[in-house]
């Protein structure tokens, strides 16, 4: 009887709903839509779906599933042999993503809007899991484009610093990391993640120093005070990196290449692996 009824609980634990939610945000053209409707192919190959593109003025929520040969974070040091794998592949680990528009103002409405909401939920139905920013490595030479992507991930990247400084008055938050998805990486004319990092972070920077004078201009006013409102803490003298926003805030930013589009000569949907890796990693 014992193994039969370890085997119902199993089941059971692995047909549960799915309740972790990733959140996707990045510029608009930079593959959000795209992705979700490959990880909505992949977890279902056999309907062969094909997601109507939603007119980007709202979110969406898919519900996907975390290839079985991924690891997650619990059993990351299975071997093949494991009889958990074998149960992984019937019963997938499933996980939901929130697509959000990301055109001008509609990211404070809707994309901000959405982290600022999802990041303080307690609840495992609408708590976060982890951000990913989506940017397309192709458009970033563009200057007004990298400006654009910079300041969209530098704010958001701000409201995650807010909640950590805020964190002592909630102390069961968790942290959300965040994904730079390095996406078109199939492109040549695709900068390569590392340098991507370098341009996002050499931009940020850019922005909290202007937005830390903007401050100190304003300070005349004793009243005022925003140190919160810096990115990376009060020394906004030093250079911002992605590592130094880690060791201050304790934000984790990792930017990890790929592409949506599929390489013919690779298995379908395999460009998207290294993200769904990392979300396996927050599972
Ligand atoms: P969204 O506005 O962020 O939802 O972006 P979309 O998903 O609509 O993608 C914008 C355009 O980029 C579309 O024409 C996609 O086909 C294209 N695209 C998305 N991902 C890739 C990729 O990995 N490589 C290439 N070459 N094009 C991509």
């Known amino acids: ?50 997601h109507t593109t939603h007119t980007s003025q709202t979110s969406t929520l ?32 499933r996980y939901r993503v929130k697509d959000t528009p990301g055109h001008g103002k509609l990211r404070t409405t809707q994309g901000i809007a959405q982290l600022q909401s999802m990041s303080v939920a307690k609840d495992a139905a609408h708590k976060l899991r982890g951000v990913i920013f989506m940017v397309d490595t192709a458009a970033l030479v563009d200057e007004a484009v990298l400006r654009d992507t910079a300041s969209y991930l530098h704010d958001v990247l701000l409201v995650l610093q807010k909640r950590e400084l805020n964190k002592s008055s909630s102390k069961r938050l968790s942290e959300i990391p965040v994904l730079v998805a390095a996406n078109k990486q199939d492109l040549f004319t695709a900068l390569p993640p590392g340098s991507v990092k370098e341009k996002l972070e050499a931009e940020i920077d850019r922005i909290r120093k202007s937005k830390t004078k903007g401050l100190l201009d304003a300070s005349a006013d004793p009243g005022l005070d925003n140190d919160e409102d810096v990115l990376g803490n009060d020394d906004a003298q030093g250079t911002f990196s992605f590592n130094l926003l880690q060791v201050e805030a304790g934000i984790k930013v990792d930017v990890v290449g790929g592409a949506v589009k599929d390489d013919p000569a690779e298995e379908f949907g395999s460009g998207v692996r290294r993200w769904e890796e990392w979300v396996g990693m927050c599972l």
Do not use: C, M, W
């Open 1 to 50: 009887g014992v193994p039969i009824l370890l085997h119902i609980v199993f089941f059971q634990a692995a047909a549960s709903p799915p309740t972790s939610n990733f959140l996707l945000l990045g510029p608009s053209g930079s593959g959000k839509t795209a992705l979700t409707t490959l990880l909505e192919a992949k977890s279902s190959p056999l309907s062969k779906k094909t």
């Open 62 to 93: 898919v519900s996907v599933s975390l290839p079985p040969t991924v690891p997650t974070a619990s059993n990351r040091y299975r071997s093949v042999n494991d009889p958990s794998l074998k149960e992984a592949q019937r019963n997938p680990i």
